[in-house]
């Protein structure tokens, strides 16, 4: 679509995907009128048919799909205020460091096995999820095997490809056809299931001072707080402020497509790890304090977020009312993207664009904040990701860990020029590498510490 959109020379494109027309905006200027100018007329998220298995129909929206409204506009300040505030991210740091130690034990583990090489994206992928789970149900769950299982099954079948069902939302047979979508009707239900069970046990232990609040205690605790609330807080709305939190706070793909620059950029690789290994003067462990010393990482990460952002078309909008954008009309019920890949890779705004360079974000004041409107990968508007800040701490310290604890290599006769960067998209629409990353780990720090 970048191409097309090049070629023709707009900043515009309208496709008819089966039944459902779609705008997918490819330049900073349409992504300003459509996320600031226009921003309250595109502030509906569509819902087709897969989403409307994630909102049970409406009665179970989160803050990534629900409608714009009143209740939206409370999920939102929930998130903002308590659940992904900048106290709440800093008062589980411990989690972080505890859970981005177990990553190093566990893929030293497998070094020492001699396996030839490590799956980094299964390897982050299952730190992360962990990470997750202890942060919005804690440590009490009674069946947290059973819950990573759902969870994991759920990913699986976000990540495949685009239901029938979607294209085609009127047409029974369509629905019919398409087995995924039963498969995560029958995950859905199953995961929510576990969150009931999940939230009766929270409740039968609140009151105790001793254990610490995790997200679900949040929740309720906000929940007996009725007169305080503008809309009733249900228990299909806390469920479904725990999936989107999951499905959110598990994403992995940027830290594999990071790893992936850096050993495709053996120079950007051999300056990163210098930074970091003589910032932490042998330590035995990166903590999160360290990582307001590491400049150049947080460099490779926006780097990286340029080219190969998790969400290259962000998540969809929904036109609510007809208007114009960049002297076009966009009619009512238009599904609506933004293509983040494209715009981070136009030659008008960014020198040598295909080429990995961190070093280009030095002495530039853009940010991903969502006012420079070339560089938007957690996206703009009232719209934008309220875990932006958790996401990063997250993925900054995984990353600083792997670098410092290993060194890294390709599988054997394959160099940095001929490595498979080949790109997948789910349903979910995020992005990842379609036949992973996998590589050789060497131990270069040892962590005594791994928990």
């Known amino acids: 679509m970048a ?53 049970a129909g409406g009665d179970a929206q989160g803050i990534m799909f629900a409608r714009y409204g009143a209740l939206w506009r409370q999920v939102r300040k929930i998130c903002v205020l308590e659940l992904l505030s900048a106290r709440r991210v800093r008062l589980c740091r411990h989690v972080r460091e505890e859970e981005a130690r177990r990553l190093v034990a566990a893929i030293a583990a497998e070094a020492a096995q001699g396996k030839a090489t490590v799956d980094v994206g299964e390897r982050i992928s299952a730190a992360m999820t962990d990470l997750v789970v202890r942060l919005v149900i804690g440590d009490r769950f009674d069946r947290p095997e059973e819950f990573l299982q759902v969870f994991k099954e759920g990913k699986k079948l976000a990540t495949g490809k685009v239901s029938l069902g979607d294209l085609f939302p009127s047409s029974w047979i369509a629905r019919l056809l398409s087995g995924n979508m039963r498969r995560a009707e029958a995950n859905h239900r199953k ?46 709305t806390i469920k479904s402020f725990l999936r989107d939190l999951f499905n959110g706070g598990s994403e992995t793909a940027v830290i594999e497509w990071v790893m992936a620059q850096l050993m495709r950029n053996p120079r950007v690789m051999q300056k990163a790890q210098a930074e970091l290994r003589e910032s932490l003067q042998g330590r035995q462990k990166v903590t999160e304090d360290d990582l307001n010393n590491l400049r150049y990482l947080k460099l490779v990460i926006k780097e990286t977020l340029r080219l190969n952002n998790a969400v290259p078309l962000l998540l969809p909008r929904e036109c609510r009312e007809t208007c114009k954008i960049m002297g076009y ?68 310290l995984m990353l600083a860990t792997l670098l410092y604890h290993f060194d890294w290599e390709l599988p054997a006769g394959i160099s940095p020029s001929e490595m498979d960067m080949t790109e997948e998209m789910g349903v979910t629409m995020t992005s990842r590498m379609k036949n992973g990353l996998h590589l050789r780990p060497i131990v270069r720090v040892p962590l005594k510490t791994a928990t």
């Open 3 to 55: 191409d097309l959109a090049r070629r023709l020379d707009t900043p515009l494109l309208y496709l008819q995907l089966g039944e459902v027309p779609v705008v997918v905006a490819s330049s900073p200027e349409a992504a300003r009128e459509i996320t600031k100018t226009h921003d309250l007329s595109f502030a509906n998220r569509p819902w087709s048919p897969s989403v409307r298995v994630l909102v």
């Open 191 to 236: 995961m929510f299931e576990l969150m009931d069970r999940a939230i009766k046990q929270h409740q039968e232990r609140r009151g105790n001072v001793e254990e610490e609040e995790d997200m679900v205690d949040v929740l309720l605790r906000l929940q007996n707080q009725d007169d305080d609330l503008d809309e009733p807080l249900t228990m299909g």
């Open 329 to 396: 009309d966009v009619p009512k019920g238009t599904t609506v993207f933004i293509n983040a890949w494209a715009i981070g890779r136009d030659p008008k705004y960014w020198v040598d664009a295909e080429e990995f360079i961190p070093e280009r974000f030095e002495s530039s004041a853009v940010d991903f904040n969502g006012t420079d409107f070339e560089f938007i990968p957690f996206g703009a508007g009232r719209r934008m990701c309220p875990g932006m800040a958790l996401g990063l701490a997250s993925h900054e």
